[in-house]
């Protein structure tokens, strides 16, 4: 069977013109503004929209630091190493009323969880510090609706079983069974629906689960089978009370994944595995926007160990802004999206090996003006008898990328002759996009394989 092949008949914009308006992820205020190496960064957003991250500075013996973006700089928010020792597995929330709270493994109490508030000018211990009975891993911090902190995590003293605490009346208080998941977990989600009902979606050794407190108990929304075989839970829930599931299946090469509880059964979003393979396992969550739009954001192991976005909308997956966006390999990836419907990452940012925090944010539709640049004149034909893509004009180092519609990778080609021809010989009938990177500017298009 012979393959040929056609371009399609329109090339994205940035081939076009140099005049263009167009979406892109940029850095929010300085890159690496981290004094030290910061490691568990994560990211949310207050009442006023002012976004907060939180992260470990190596360079502060990997104590706790929060910082917001105010005044067009990351501030320190108190006192920069807020934890008495190391603090791991750092998780964020900020309450209704504006005020931020972290959670993390504390190592100067025994590796128990601690949660601590910003409240009156200062950090202070919420209840006790090392509330948790043993170690406490993967610490997961979520606010209630009426204020109420929760705190779930992988309970050492109960075989690394899941355990979710409420502080109330001033003490910290089980859900449930101290250790209540059947197994133990490697992650653990927790977050509210509308009615402040609590759920907690976790993995384990056959899968992940999604459960809720209800009338004092611990309720499993579907059946065992619905995610047989997955890894690294991330929980969300829409504003008309969906519960959605961001997992990474194991029977499809840890590709990540999505499902939503309707009607009393999990429903798959769209196609299985749409993220390149091999998701990082420690760095792949989702968020959901305003609209109830999924996103998710991975450290993407098949580019670069940089960042992706994709975002569901029209019943499928795409990407937000390009590939494997960030400047560098991204560690401890945290998603979050803002009151505007704007996504945000920041992450531990390996640019000159420092691992400081970065944070990026998307923004759509902003305008900018393209200086020139040696890749203006890039463009592609195909050339069907040789089942290959002309390169026309491309300039000489830039790379070359040919990937499918889900972002996966199918060819690289790093340029040495401007008009060198890459082999689509390989492919499957389909639409792959074509992308240059040179000198931090991007340029695509689309090419459809047919036979």
Known sequence: MTRTLRSCTALLAALLGTATTQAQWEVVGTQQFSSGWARHTVIDFAPDNTPYVAY????????????????GAWQVVGTEGLSAGTALDISLDISADGVPYVAYRDMANGQKATVMAYQGGSWQTVGQAGLSEGQAMKTCLAIAPDGTPYISYLDGAHENKVTTRRFANGSWTTLG???FSPYFASSVSMTFDGNGVVYTGYAGTSGCRVERFVNGA??????????????????AIGSDHT???????????MGGSMKKYVNGTWEQVGQVAF????????????????NDVPYVAYKDSHAGQKATV??????????????????????FVSLAIDQ???????FSDATDFTFKSTAMRFAEGSAAVDEPHPGDAFTFRADADRMCVKLINAPVGALVS????AGKVVGEHRVADPGAAISTAHLKAGLYLLRLDHQGRTRSGKVAVVR
Do not use: C, H, I
């Open 56 to 71: 470990g500075d190596v360079g502060l013996q990997e104590k706790a630091v929060v910082r917001r973006f105010f005044n």
């Open 177 to 179: 069974a101290e250790g």
């Open 218 to 235: 611990w309720e499993l929304l579907g059946v065992e089978s619905s995610f047989y075989n997955a890894r690294t839970a991330s929980l």
């Open 243 to 253: 519960v959605y599931m961001a997992y990474l299946d194991g029977s499809n090469d």
């Open 275 to 290: 993220t390149n393979e091999d998701a990082s396992m420690d760095y792949y969550t989702m968020a959901l926007d305003d």
């Open 310 to 331: 994709q975002r569901f909308v029209n019943d499928a997956w795409e990407l937000v802004g390009p590939m494997s966006f960030t400047p560098n390999w991204s560690d």
């Open 340 to 346: 505007d419907n704007v996504p945000y990452v920041v």
């Open 402 to 405: 040919l990937m499918d519609m």
